[in-house]
């Protein structure tokens, strides 16, 4: 498919089919982890695709009480994200069923070969993500042209400690994301709502208009 229609179609799959991914297909689409840009061509990303069902179910089960605390704090309001009930819901299916999604990629980094160079701005740390996630979303994108669903989940970063052991993680190594792969038991998006180009997109200077913007909505 044409890459924009990747990008304008890959929603964060919620719902998954239990039906195997093939050895050949999960390999085609893990390979385009590895063309993503890395600071200094460093490549410090590398991968676990967790197929083993018990490994999988213990995955869910480090993951439930994370996204317990945090569905409690979206669902008394504690947390500022305008989602809807009917959006928390899909999201809680989610979460408790993760242990039946066929595939789930544990993304992995050599934390020493990151660059920290907005360390001293008094915020939270951006620029070391820049050597991490353009190979997830190679990943996730190479699966939606295949036909499959991802969805991309880092509050396993509160359980790094087992989730080490669990998948016997050397150090220096970091998990940074978990990626859910799987077929998607619902139709994909015919487009995926966004913001338009003229609310993001400036000129020059923050808040400058860019000429040409307003017809991408």
């Given at each position: 498919m044409e890459l924009l229609d990747a990008m304008q179609t890959m929603n964060?799959?919620?719902?998954?089919?239990?039906?195997?991914?093939?050895d050949d297909l999960?390999?085609?689409?893990?390979?385009?982890?590895?063309?993503?840009?890395?600071g200094s061509n460093k490549q410090p990303v590398s991968l676990i695709a967790?197929?083993?069902?018990?490994?999988?179910?213990?995955?869910?089960?480090?993951?439930?009480?994370?996204?317990?605390?945090?569905?409690?704090k979206y669902s008394s309001g504690e947390f500022r994200h305008g989602f809807t009930p009917s959006f928390l819901q899909h999201v809680d299916r989610f979460a408790r069923h993760i242990a039946e999604i066929p595939v789930h990629v544990v993304v992995c980094v050599?934390?020493?070969?990151?660059?920290t160079i907005d360390a001293n701005l008094g915020r939270t740390l951006l620029t070391p993500g820049s050597s991490i996630y353009p190979a997830v979303q190679n990943?996730?994108?190479?699966?939606?042209n295949e036909g499959l669903g991802t969805t991309l989940t880092t509050?396993?970063?509160?359980?790094?400690?087992?989730?080490?052991?669990?998948?016997?993680?050397p150090e220096p190594i970091a998990t940074a994301a978990v990626v859910m792969l799987g077929w998607p038991a619902k139709?994909?998006?015919?487009?995926?709502?966004?913001?338009?180009?003229a609310a993001m997109a400036f000129l020059d200077r923050y808040g400058a208009p860019l000429p040409a913007a307003d017809p991408y909505v």
């Open positions: 964060a799959c919620r719902y998954y089919k239990p039906d195997p991914v093939s999960l390999a085609k689409v893990l390979n385009a982890a590895r063309w993503a840009a890395t967790v197929r083993d069902a018990a490994k999988r179910r213990a995955i869910h089960d480090l993951y439930q009480p994370i996204w317990d605390a945090a569905i409690q050599e934390w020493r070969e990151l660059s990943l996730m994108l190479a699966a939606r509050l396993l970063g509160l359980a790094e400690p087992q989730m080490k052991a669990l998948l016997e993680i139709p994909f998006p015919k487009k995926l709502k966004r913001k338009p180009l």
